[in-house]
């Protein structure tokens, strides 16, 4: 999404905080409130709108990409974009509460059932979110992934990983659902070989949600969705019910999203935490610390 962020610009779109001031007409919401944004502002006129389908409006303003973001100590947003947040929900894990609304609704796009085997490609924060998801309503579920300090994370969460340097995943696959192959694999890796390895994996009539932003076209292998009757889903955003059905996940430790915050730093480092995600470092999520006081607001 590089191309659609103006220089220079306020980012991050992932955050909770404390409501400072509120605006003339704001009556729902009182200083010191704390809440997380649903940072997204559609049209109302476009197609996409009138079909019911505001988060993917032709004309979305997604804050923080498009407009100013949550990095800066005071941020003006509109009150129709605020999710309250239960007072005990500590702000540092309530920062988490925006990706967490993105495996919802990947969870939610896909239909992933109870007992349905279930490969993610891809163990970043996302992936793992999708996993933790998935599991919870009761799917089976393995996660891809090349880092060896991302798949002890998820190892250390419950979940089960394969190195795909490693291992055949699709053989593995294979000998996990007897023959089948999986009901759904979620592509959450953005890189050509998971796409490969999405497809391969997949039983008859499996479904793949395509979750990541892949930066250019990438080649599918559409003989293998035409023999085994596959479908492809693709899932952007949320909506308001994954947001509150997310704050929900990670109030009641669903998520437990303290332990998928690699460290916390303050806003004069922020340069550092873009580098070691870009270096593909030892971390999971980073927190920003926007505020005066630590516990005051994270993106
Ligand atoms: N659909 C949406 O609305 C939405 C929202 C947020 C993020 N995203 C996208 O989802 C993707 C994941 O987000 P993230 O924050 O977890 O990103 P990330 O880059 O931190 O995670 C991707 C992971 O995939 C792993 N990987 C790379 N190649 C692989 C392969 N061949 N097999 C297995 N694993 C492989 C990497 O090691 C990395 O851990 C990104 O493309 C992001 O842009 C989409």
């Given at each position: 999404?590089d ?7 306020v980012l ?6 404390r409501i400072l001031r509120?605006g003339p007409?704001?009556?729902?919401w009182q200083p010191g409130?704390?809440v997380?944004v649903?940072?997204l502002r559609w049209?109302?006129?476009c197609?996409?709108?009138h ?10 303003d997604?804050?923080g990409?498009?407009s100013p973001g949550?990095?800066?100590?005071r ?7 605020l999710v309250?947040?239960?007072?005990t929900?500590p702000l ?10 993105v ?10 059932r109870e007992g349905?085997?279930v490969?993610?490609?891809?163990g ?5 979110l999708?996993?933790l998801?998935?599991g919870?309503t009761g799917?089976d579920?393995r ?8 798949r ?7 979940l089960t990983?394969?190195?795909p340097?490693?291992?055949?995943v699709?053989v593995?696959?294979q000998e ?8 759904v694999?979620?592509e959450v890796?953005g ?8 497809v ?8 793949l949600?395509?979750?990541a ?6 080649q599918m292998?559409?003989?293998r969705f ?7 889903v693709s899932?952007?955003?949320y909506?308001r ?20 915050i690699s460290?916390v730093v ?6 550092s935490?873009?580098?070691a995600?870009?270096d593909g470092?030892?971390v999971?999520?980073?927190?920003v ?7 005051e607001a994270?993106a």
């Amino acid at each position: 999404m590089d191309a659609r962020v103006a220089r220079p610009a306020v980012l991050g779109h992932e955050m909770s905080g404390r409501i400072l001031r509120t605006g003339p007409g704001v009556t729902d919401w009182q200083p010191g409130d704390t809440v997380t944004v649903m940072p997204l502002r559609w049209d109302d006129t476009c197609p996409a709108c009138h079909a019911g389908h505001r988060h993917i409006c032709h004309n979305l303003d997604f804050i923080g990409i498009d407009s100013p973001g949550a990095m800066q100590q005071r941020w003006t947003v509109p009150a129709s974009t605020l999710v309250r947040l239960p007072a005990t929900l500590p702000l540092d894990q309530a920062a988490l509460v925006e990706p967490t609304a993105v495996a919802v609704h990947d969870v939610g796009r896909a239909g992933v059932r109870e007992g349905e085997k279930v490969v993610v490609v891809g163990g970043g924060p996302v992936g793992v979110l999708i996993a933790l998801v998935a599991g919870s309503t009761g799917a089976d579920v393995r996660v891809v992934e090349l880092s060896a300090h991302r798949r002890k994370l998820a190892e250390d969460l419950g979940l089960t990983t394969w190195d795909p340097a490693a291992v055949d995943v699709p053989v593995l696959v294979q000998e996990w659902t007897g023959g089948a192959g999986a009901d759904v694999a979620f592509e959450v890796s953005g890189a050509a070989a998971g796409v490969e390895t999405a497809v391969e994996v997949l039983r008859v009539r499996g479904r793949l949600c395509l979750v990541a932003i892949h930066p250019r076209p990438r080649q599918m292998n559409l003989h293998r969705f035409f023999w085994r009757e596959l479908t492809l889903v693709s899932a952007r955003l949320y909506d308001r019910t994954d947001f509150e059905t997310a704050v929900g996940l990670v109030a009641e430790g669903t998520i437990p999203a303290q332990r998928l915050i690699s460290k916390v730093v303050p806003m004069t480092e922020a340069a550092s935490a873009f580098t070691a995600l870009e270096d593909g470092g030892d971390v999971m999520k980073i927190l920003v610390d926007c505020g005066d006081d630590t516990q005051e607001a994270h993106a």
